[in-house]
Nanobody, 124 residues
Framework: QVHVVESGGGLVQAGGSLRLSCAAS????????MAWFRQALGKEREFVAF????????NYAEFGKGRFTISRDNAKNTMYLQMNNLKPEDTAVYSC?????????????????WGQGTQVTVSS
């Protein structure tokens, strides 16, 4: 049985940083792409960032470029999202998705498994 668990969320002031982690278990995902999504209260879920199996190809939503960095450690079956210079509009539940397509996709339905998410709250 596959489990995907996010951690690292919390409350931070604007301009601060957080590092989210996504740990997958139940199978090896070292050959699969992974991604981060987020959903703010009252809004639709949106794509944040994508990373391919090797970590050499990444893609970011426009709002994350220059502030967010996605990475992974295949030995640990874990993916990360480093978020710097956080803004109040970054407040959302951040979820990770695993076993996605070869190239970046902003659609959650293109990924086989995803977690429940971790809350990120940025105060002004």
């Amino acid at each position: 049985q596959v489990h995907v668990v996010e951690s690292g969320g919390g409350l931070v002031q604007a301009g601060g940083s957080l590092r989210l982690s996504c740990a997958a278990s139940g199978r090896t995902f070292s050959r699969d792409s992974m991604a981060w999504f987020r959903q703010a209260l009252g809004k639709e879920r949106e794509f944040v960032a994508f990373i391919n199996w090797s970590g050499h190809n990444t893609n970011y939503a426009e709002f994350g470029k220059g502030r967010f960095t996605i990475s992974r450690d295949n030995a640990k079956n874990t993916m990360y999202l480093q978020m710097n210079n956080l803004k109040p509009e970054d407040t959302a539940v951040y979820s990770c998705a695993v076993q996605g397509p070869i190239t970046s996709s902003p659609l959650l339905r293109d990924y086989s498994f995803w977690g429940q998410g971790t809350q990120v709250t940025v105060s002004s």
